[in-house]
């Protein structure tokens, strides 16, 4: 069944991707970008070409995660357009490499800001109408690193670690409300993306020279990486656009909580499994076991 989808950080990448998947599953899709009529006026426009082109409802619209303001005017434009909004897309984020200690409080706050609280700023927008409709699905575009912890990559994963438990505790209270979460967890790619190409550095020079000895590990990450890549797999991240198309053509009720897309064959799945043993437990063992389930059509109670 086609839905209204709003994607994060459409400009390039996997949210690039995943919007021309969904509107070749025939889904309306709103590309979120920044700068529609500067930086990203070009990228707009090939989305929009190609929509029209493939007689796909490709649209776009100005979205910085990191204003509350274009959050609730992103969120309102759709719902002015299209009438509703079904699914959102957490994509939107930025890859900081280098040693935790050269990275200012400053450098970390902003990584935080983008990686992390733009969700929130989102959700906040959106929330509201998915509430009142009690359906909708919020799918976050996680990472694999939350689970192996890479290094050279400290604030990156401190943010994803952050979203990911602020992605779990959301989907216990809005899953009272029928809305569903999946959480995506792509693996490492050196392909197809802008996202090491640009990577920020830490903004203090002189604890970065202290630590000039692990420099040529710094410098053979990205083959490294590559070298956990089975022979002859292409380790591109369209597989990650695709499995978000399949998620999201499962019927509601259906969908995964976690799904992972890596070709670095880091074991994050069995993590997954024990993690998710151990929550369902604790959880229920604490007596709020029906915050496990998204909720059906009832109206919730007040107490």
């Given at each position: ?26 889904h ?24 029209r ?65 733009g ?44 979203a ?24 490492p ?37 590559e ?27 259906t ?36 915050l ?12």
């Amino acid at each position: 069944m086609s839905s209204v989808v709003l994607i994060t950080g459409a400009a390039t990448g996997i949210g690039n991707l995943t919007a021309r998947a969904l509107a070749a599953e025939g889904h309306t899709v709103y590309a979120g970008m920044r700068d529609l009529r500067d930086r990203n006026a070009g990228r707009a426009r090939e989305l929009l070409d190609l929509g029209r082109s493939e007689g796909q409802d490709l649209r776009v619209v100005e979205l910085d995660v990191l204003s509350d303001a274009s959050a609730e005017a992103a969120v309102a434009t759709v719902l002015r357009e299209a009438g509703r909004l079904d699914t959102v897309v957490h994509n939107a984020g930025h890859l900081y490499v280098g040693y935790v200690e050269a990275f200012t409080p400053e450098d970390i706050q902003h990584l935080l800001d983008v990686n992390t609280l733009g969700i929130q700023r989102v959700n906040r927008a959106a929330l509201p109408h998915l509430r009142a409709r009690r359906s909708g699905t919020l799918l976050y575009v996680g990472s694999t690193t939350s689970v192996v912890v890479p290094p050279f990559l400290g604030p990156y994963v401190a943010s994803k670690v952050a979203a990911d438990a602020l992605a779990q505790v959301t989907a216990y209270e809005v899953g009272r409300f029928g809305i569903e979460t999946t959480i995506v967890m792509p693996g490492p790619f050196t392909q197809g993306t802008e996202h090491f190409p640009n990577a920020s550095r830490a903004g203090d020079a002189e604890r970065t020279r202290a630590y000039a000895a692990l420099d040529p590990m710094v410098a053979r990450n990205e083959a490294a990486t590559e070298a956990l890549f089975p022979p002859g797999v292409d380790a591109h991240p369209r597989a990650v656009a695709d499995e978000i198309a399949r998620v999201l053509a499962l019927p509601a009720g259906t969908r995964p909580f976690r799904t992972v897309v890596d070709f670095s064959q880091a074991g994050v799945e069995e993590v997954n499994e024990v993690l998710r043993r151990a929550q369902e437990r604790f959880v229920t063992r604490l007596g709020f076991g029906e915050l496990l389930h998204v909720a059906g059509p009832e109206p919730v109670r007040a107490p």
